[in-house]
């Protein structure tokens, strides 16, 4: 051993004073240290807590909402339809209609009390309406006094969110907007000492600490709703000491700083009650939509006791899964509102008996992901995808969800009656695309013939050759000249072509026949090819390819004469805008899915409107019209006579592809236009032409949604004339024996040799006749 | 040579007395050529141009005759009070969405055509305003006052464009 050990070893075992000093210094230091470092904790939790509190706001969805119906006496609405709607926005079927988001129905009335709404053009008030039905109109409407009541606006239908980063949606709402019974509710079950304690409640936790040594687990919490709040806003689901110790801090900091009505406030906006897919449903209000698709304040006191109780385990009491285990959940919340004399017994007593009525499916469950894709890309741009995801915007879309819905049921089956039998493996694709024809506005889009198809979306991208679709470009150019009218006669026959590569070109008629002359109407209602393109060639491709340009055509297919007969690639969507065009009497409206954004407040953001520009004569698209709905009448569909007789007339036309590869039909009426297209997306035959496949489609749909006879006033430019019933290109063929009505431009009347009119006087028939023996 | 002239004449008299009524046919059914009754008629106010456009000011542009006695209100109608007030408190984007609310109602009303076409000239939206004149102009059928207002408006917007 050397000293310096035995110096050591005297040290270890009897230590003197003032080491003893020194070390009892040390410690008083490290717990000065600790002490200081707990304090510098609480005071940057305290901060913290207070600068996050003070500006709290969640990123909220933008919401999506379908056109809301308008309800007015004459308008084309029937009773079904407008219950299928109320159902659909959530109102309650009662016998006596009291409430808000209340109706009934039955012997022609439905009486509803709506909830009111604010839109992008001002705030619609709650109205108490009695409506009379005749058939598929509204006849009256009336408020509880019997006054008339013009128009009123129902709410739309949300039909879409798109929901922040972190998948969390909710509706935030003031204290005010809350029913107090709810709150009472959620205080009893939760935190009955919340308006006591200041942030934890030791009672609280002696009580349920009791509670659960007396069940053998946990059966009761012991955390506030402030402890609660806090483990929402900050903290994860770790359970460590050192968790549980910030969780106090940060409740008592909160209540230090903020009012219990501030807390509250934030805590039923902020609680998760609920997983929909990848969307968490967060706060009461939003829940109250999910699962009974109604607001707050209509909420009767059973189910704001279900939400109250859901609260505890939102997966493991899921109204929508689990219901007797919500239902015992729901009477525990209240029996304990009873006990705290929060209700009385009569409330209680009915409460508890209450059936559960959670919302039904959603009647369109797989969402409109077509639609919704037009509606992206007209937000594109004015709208950063950001800016949907978090600013809680209100956007308001032109889709009639009544249509859409009428539309995808019947689509597959009329789509199955046309198919050809053989492609299984390769079933028939549609698209469908129906348009207000007066401003554009896209009422209902299919992509594909399954209902709520989400993949490639035919109706923007399936760029296809349109076939004689494309004709009333050329004829519409005619008529604009004024050198052709629809007496015209045109010469239906053979001809051959050079091409730019050489080769010549003979194209035939569908039928493989030649007519002869024939007129302008009839060239166009039996969409004969060769006098088209005996038309087009004399008024020049390019001069017809400016028209189609005119109309709503974006493309840049070559003016060769087979543009003529429809060698030029669109989609569905540009082909319905080129028919809107026709539609609207030669004022294009671009198609469009939206309407008007708002903020999360309601203030208008972007109007969208409706934009017309005059791109044609309106009195040639007149006459043009004739011999469109002559289509119907004469032409390539009057097959479809019979399904559409109740709409009759209507104006339109087939297109067919080379080889039957893609059918096509655009047609319209007064309201609408629509396009239906079929195919296969490998571009195999499909074996029908556009009168034995779309149109048979279109015509199903059309009548199922019940569009309307196509009946536009002549403009004051147009005469009537008679013509002869066979076409004559001269006096000396002409036969008046058999005639026909048919309306020209005052200033493109057919030839003195041609008419066969008698209405003229006696000396104008002589002058005539006069001048033609002197030609 | 006299006989000649005789027989001509003689020719034309007989053929113009022949009738060629014998319609075998009937016409694809178009509406026929009505006149369509005008909208019932609404106050449109005078809009004047908007003060940021450099002048001359434009023509007084005519006003459409004011109702004889009160007609029952149709949802238009109600709609039409909403646009006014809309524009006279200056807010003319409420006022020109109400009117595209109406035309939806009411989509070949020429006299909603117009009301936009004001809103639209109002805001300096020449084009647009351009186009549902034009509108209003294909539908207004021989309603000569809205005629001449609808011309107006239109001639005011063509010089607003060559300034």
């Known amino acids: 051993m050397t000293p310096r050990n035995a110096s050591s070893g005297r040290h270890q075992d009897s230590p003197g004073p003032f080491r003893r000093w020194h070390i009892s210094r040390f410690l008083w230091l490290l717990l000065l240290l600790a002490v200081l470092l707990v304090v510098y904790r609480c005071i940057w939790i305290d901060r913290k807590v207070r600068r996050d509190f003070e500006g709290l706001q969640w990123a909220l969805p933008a919401r999506i909402y379908a056109r809301p119906v308008e309800l007015y006496a004459g308008v084309h609405m029937s009773a079904d339809d407008l219950v299928d709607y109320l159902q659909r926005l959530g109102y309650r079927r009662t016998a006596k209609v009291e409430r808000s988001g209340e109706y009934k129905a039955g ?60 998948g969390e949606d909710r509706m935030p709402v003031s204290l005010t907007e809350v029913p107090k019974q709810l709150l009472s509710a959620v205080v009893a079950i939760e935190d009955q000492r919340f308006y006591r304690h200041h942030g934890i409640d030791p009672i609280g936790i002696l009580r349920a600490t009791w509670a659960n040594l007396r069940a053998g687990g946990v059966v009761q919490g012991g955390s506030t709703l402030t402890q609660q709040l806090i483990k929402n806003l900050y ?120 059936k559960l009525q959670v919302r039904e499916k959603p009647i369109n469950s797989n969402g409109y992901p077509a639609f919704m894709e037009l509606v992206y890309s007209n937000l594109k741009r004015n709208y950063q995808k950001d800016a949907l995801r978090t600013e809680g915007l209100n956007i308001f879309t032109t889709l009639d969800v009544t249509m859409q819905s009428k539309m995808e049921e019947r689509l597959d089956n009329a789509v199955a009656r046309v198919e050809r039998s053989g492609h299984k493996d390769n079933p028939l694709e549609a698209a469908v695309v129906i348009a207000d024809a007066n401003t554009g506005e896209v009422r209902a889009l299919a992509g594909g013939r399954k209902k709520g198809y989400s993949g490639f979306n035919r109706a923007l991208h399936a760029v296809r050759p349109i076939g004689s679709l494309v004709k009333p470009a050329a004829y519409l150019t005619a008529l604009e000249s004024k050198k052709f009218n629809l007496a015209s006669v045109l010469a239906d026959q053979e001809i051959a072509l050079q091409q730019p ?52 055509y974006t493309g840049d297919a070559q003016p060769y ?46 109007f969208y409107g409706i934009e017309t520009k005059q791109v044609a004569d309106p009195s040639a698209v007149w006459l043009l019209e004739y011999a469109l709905q002559g289509v119907f009448e004469h032409g390539t569909a009057k097959t479809a006579k019979p399904v559409l007789s109740a709409h009759l007339p209507l104006a339109g036309k087939t297109g067919t592809t080379n080889d039957l590869r893609d059918s096509w039909f655009a047609g319209y009426g007064n309201d609408l236009v629509g396009v239906v297209w079929l195919g296969h997306d490998d571009n195999q035959e499909t074996g029908l032409t556009g009168a034995t496949g779309a149109l048979q489609v279109w015509a199903s749909l059309m009548h199922a949604i ?18 002869p019933l066979a076409p004559a290109r001269d006096a000396s063929r002409r036969d008046c024996s058999a005639t026909q009505s048919m309306p020209f431009l005052t200033d493109a009347m057919p030839d003195v040799g041609i008419s066969c009119e008698v209405n003229e006087s006696f000396f104008e028939r002589v002058i005539d006749r006069f001048r033609k023996v002197g030609q | 040579m006299t006989a000649r002239w005789i027989g001509i004449v ?57 109702p004889e006695k009160p007609v029952p209100a149709t949802p238009v109608s109600s709609l039409l009070a909403s646009v006014q007030a809309a524009v006279a408190a200056g807010d003319l984007d409420r006022g020109a969405a109400l009117s595209e609310r109406a035309l939806r109602i009411s989509p070949r009303d020429a006299q909603l055509w117009y009301q936009l076409a004001l809103i639209r000239y109002r805001q300096n939206r020449v084009e647009d305003a351009a186009g549902a004149a034009r509108r209003a102009l294909s539908m207004a059928a021989r309603d000569q006052v809205l005629l001449a207002a609808i011309n107006t408006l239109l001639q005011e917007l063509a010089s607003k464009t060559a300034r």
């Open chain 1, 107 to 166: 012997g022609g009335h439905v009486v509803l009390h709506s909830r009111g709404f604010r839109f992008w053009d001002g705030v619609e008030a709650p109205v108490y309406a009695d409506l009379v039905f005749d058939g598929h109109h509204v006849s009256t409407q009336q408020d509880e006094h019997g006054a008339d009541l013009p128009l009123i606006r129902l709410e739309p239908v949300e039909i879409e969110q798109v929901n922040p980063v972190t």
């Open chain 1, 235 to 354: 903290l994860d689901r770790e359970q460590t000491f050192r968790r549980k110790i910030e969780e106090v801090v940060m409740a008592v900091s909160l209540e230090l700083h903020f009012s219990k009505e501030q807390i509250l406030t934030a805590y039923i906006n902020e609680i998760f009650l609920g997983q929909d897919g990848n969307r968490a449903i967060h706060g009461f209000a939003l829940a109250s939509e999910y699962y009974f698709a109604r607001p707050l304040g209509e909420l009767r006191l059973d189910e704001m006791a279900t939400l109250a109780g859901i609260g505890r385990g939102a997966s493991y009491y899921n109204p929508l899964r689990y219901p007797e285990r919500v239902v015992d959940r729901r009477n525990v919340v209240l029996n304990r509102m009873h006990d705290l004399g929060e209700i009385t017994d009569k409330e209680y007593e009915t409460a508890r008996k209450a």
């Open chain 1, 501 to 552: 590569n050489g080769e010549v070109w003979r194209p035939q008629n569908y039928e493989r026949e030649t007519e002869g002359d024939v007129y302008f109407f009839d060239a166009l209602q039996r969409s004969l090819n060769l006098a088209t393109l005996d038309l087009g060639l004399k008024l020049g491709v390019d001069k017809v390819k400016q028209t189609l340009i005119r109309l709503g």
């Open chain 1, 561 to 606: 004469p087979s543009f003529l007969l429809g060698a030029v690639d669109m989609s569905p969507l540009d082909v319905a805008q080129v028919y809107q065009t026709l539609a609207s009497s030669g004022f294009r409206s671009p198609l469009r899915a939206v309407e008007a954004v708002t903020t999360a407040a309601g203030q208008p953001l972007t």
């Open chain 1, 706 to 723: 019940d569009i309307q006879p196509r009946q536009v006033p002549a403009p004051p430019d147009i005469k009537w004339d008679q013509i």
């Open chain 2, 10 to 66: 003689a020719l034309m008299v007989l053929t113009g007395c022949a009738s060629n009524k014998a319609v075998v046919r009937e016409p694809a059914p178009v509406a026929a050529p009505v006149v369509p009754v005008p909208a019932p008629a609404v106050v449109v106010p005078r809009i004047e141009p908007a003060p940021t456009l450099p002048p001359p000011p434009p023509e007084p542009l005519p006003e459409p005759l004011a």
